[in-house]
T-cell receptor, first 115, second 110 residues
Framework: EPEVTQTPSHQVTQMGQEVILRCVPI?????FYWYRQILGQKVEFLVS????????KSEIFDDQFSVERPDGSNFTLKIRSTKLEDSAMYFC?????????????FGPGTRLTVT | GQQVMQIPQYQHVQEGEDFTTYCNSS?????IQWYKQRPGGHPVFLIQ?????EVKKQKRLTFQFGEAKKNSSLHITATQTTDVGTYFC??????????FGDGTTLTVKP
C-alpha cells in the first residue's frame, strides 16, 4: 500500500540553526500538508500546498517557516532559525483532493528536538 | 478563528465497556473527519462525514454528524484493548483548512 515517508525520523538541532524536514507524499496525490504535534498535545495545522503554492496557512506558520516542492517527489518544510518551542513532532500528509473533501494520509513524522 | 473542542480529554474503561467522544465546532463545517493515533504513532484516517445528520458504522464504531453540522460523535461498542489510542476529530470548512480537536485518549483495562 502506498505511504507517505518522512526523513529524518529524528532531528536534533541547536537553537538558531536552520532545519529542513523532508517528505515524500503518495505519488498520485496533489495536495500536501504539514502539521505539528507538541508532545502530549493535539495535532496543529501548519500549511497546505497545491500546484506549487501555499493554499492555506495557520497563525503558527510565520516567516520562520517555508515550504517547497523542489522536484516531482519531495515536499520540504524549512524552519529558518529554530527556537526551543519549535520542538515537536512534525507530520507531513497528502491527499488526492483537497483535505476538506478527501482523507489525508499522514507520514510517520519527524521528531524535532531543539536544544 | 475556527475552534474545535473535543471531550472528554481522557477516558479509562474496562474492556467490554462502551466509549464515546464528542466533538463541537464553533462554526458550521463542510465535513468532519475522524483519526486514530496509537501511542508513538501518526494519525490514521478512520472516516469522513459530510451530510447533515449522517451516521456511519465501521464494525463496533459508530460515527454521527449533527444536523447543524457543528458537532459529531464517535461511539465504540464493547471496547477491546486494541482500541487504545487517541481519537481526533478534524473539522473542515469550505476554505479547506483542517482544525483538529484536542483528542480523547482512550485506555482500556483488560
Amino acid at each position: 500500500e502506498p505511504e507517505v515517508t518522512q526523513t529524518p525520523s529524528h532531528q536534533v538541532t541547536q537553537m538558531g540553526q536552520e532545519v529542513i524536514l523532508r517528505c515524500v507524499p503518495i505519488s498520485n496525490h496533489l495536495y500536501f500538508y504539514w502539521y505539528r504535534q507538541i508532545l502530549g498535545q493535539k495535532v496543529e495545522f501548519l500549511v497546505s500546498f497545491y500546484n506549487n503554492e501555499i493554499s492555506e496557512k495557520s497563525e503558527i506558520f510565520d516567516d520562520q517557516f517555508s515550504v517547497e516542492r523542489p522536484d516531482g517527489s519531495n515536499f520540504t518544510l524549512k524552519i529558518r532559525s529554530t527556537k526551543l518551542e519549535d520542538s515537536a513532532m512534525y507530520f507531513c500528509a497528502s491527499s488526492e483532493n483537497y483535505g476538506g473533501a478527501h482523507e489525508q494520509y499522514f507520514g510517520p513524522g519527524t521528531r524535532l528536538t531543539v536544544t | 478563528g475556527q475552534q474545535v473542542m473535543q471531550i472528554p480529554q481522557y477516558q479509562h474503561v474496562q474492556e467490554g465497556e462502551d466509549f464515546t467522544t464528542y466533538c463541537n465546532s464553533s462554526t458550521t463545517l463542510s465535513n468532519i473527519q475522524w483519526y486514530k493515533q496509537r501511542p508513538g504513532g501518526h494519525p490514521v484516517f478512520l472516516i469522513q462525514l459530510v451530510k447533515s445528520g449522517e451516521v456511519k458504522k465501521q464494525k463496533r464504531l459508530t460515527f454521527q454528524f449533527g444536523e447543524a453540522k457543528k458537532n459529531s460523535s464517535l461511539h465504540i461498542t464493547a471496547t477491546q484493548t486494541t482500541d487504545v489510542g487517541t481519537y481526533f476529530c478534524a473539522g473542515n470548512t469550505n476554505a479547506g483548512k483542517s482544525t483538529f480537536g484536542d483528542g480523547t485518549t482512550l485506555t482500556v483495562k483488560p
